[in-house]
């Protein structure tokens, strides 16, 4: 049985700052063996639930925070950029299920550090018409793969949200938002015990249809969220006019509107791909802040 781990880090244990999240401050470090030990947490309870291959894929900015030399050895880590899937990569190698670690709400909501790939320049995403942040879109793509989502963690408002998009899975609220940059924070030893805790009970009262178990089990967790597969239009809203335009000279996209594109792709996973280099083009292009 194998389980991918995507971990992010503004839902990790501890981070509240930007710069808890940013790679070059003396808080990212701190930050950095807080997230491992989520990562961590959740490797051993997946191990002990029965999982024989446990894979990590580091999702946040660069995706190289995670500390491999303090990785559990139980699990291997996926490191660096420009993956094909990005926050998702690994879920192609056939996983029975998916863990998302360390995640947060999207733009425009509520919660810590909370945003969608850009921290300020994407104001909403949609895929269908429908608000999609980052744990949304991550499991369509799950869905559409036919792997369910068994374990989020995040703060409070997180484990909220991924009621509506993965409503099997298992939640940790490791901090309760208070603010955009403030929470309540439960410290490692404690979120590290309810994290290892809650992945085992997920994990084993998942039935896997990849592991031939009863035919009605099969896809369990793809069923009681987003489900299947199939065209998707994304739209994004910006928040000024001349990101609309640049985004705009990207083949495929549509300027529906001052502060808004969209485009159409045949499946989730495409739909995901040609969203992060819509990302890359807008953050390419913002202006410095002058006044
Ligand atoms: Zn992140």
């Not at 949200?161 to 924070?185: E, F, N, Q, Y």
């Not at 805790?197 to 994990?203: F, G, K, Q």
Request: proline fraction near 6%.
């Amino acid at each position: 049985m194998r389980v991918l781990i995507s971990a992010d880090m503004e839902g990790a244990t501890g981070t509240v700052l930007p710069a808890d999240v940013t790679s070059g401050t003396p808080r990212y470090e701190r930050f950095r063996r807080m997230l491992t030990g989520d990562v961590n947490a959740a490797v051993a309870g997946f191990t002990a639930a029965g999982a024989d291959e446990v894979l990590v894929n580091d999702a946040h900015c660069g995706m190289d925070n995670v500390l491999l030399e303090d990785l559990d050895p139980r699990a291997n880590l996926i490191v660096g950029r420009h993956k094909p899937l990005g926050m998702m990569q690994g879920i192609e190698l056939g996983v029975d299920a998916v863990a998302f670690v360390g995640y947060h709400t999207g733009a425009g909501e509520q919660g810590v550090l909370a945003h969608t790939y850009l921290s300020h320049s994407i104001l909403a995403v949609r895929v269908d018409g429908v608000p999609t942040d980052e744990g949304r879109f991550n499991a369509l793509v799950a869905a559409e793969a036919g792997v369910p989502v068994v374990l989020v963690t995040g703060d409070d408002l997180t484990c909220a949200a991924s009621a509506d998009w993965a409503p099997g899975a298992r939640t940790v609220a490791v901090k309760t938002a208070l603010s955009r940059h403030a929470a309540i924070c439960r410290p490692p030893a404690a979120t590290a015990a309810d994290i290892r805790a809650v992945a085992e009970a997920a994990l084993s009262e998942l039935p896997l249809g990849h592991a031939g178990l009863p035919e009605e089990a099969a896809g369990r967790g793809a069923t009681s969220g987003p489900v299947g597969s199939g065209p998707r239009t994304v739209a994004v809203d910006v928040d000024s006019p001349y990101l609309a335009d640049r985004a705009s000279a990207m083949p495929g996209v549509r300027l529906d509107g001052p502060r808004t594109v969209s485009f159409d792709a045949p499946d989730a996973r495409s739909a995901l791909r040609h969203f992060r280099a819509l990302t890359w083009v807008i953050g390419g292009g913002r202006e410095a802040e002058w006044t």
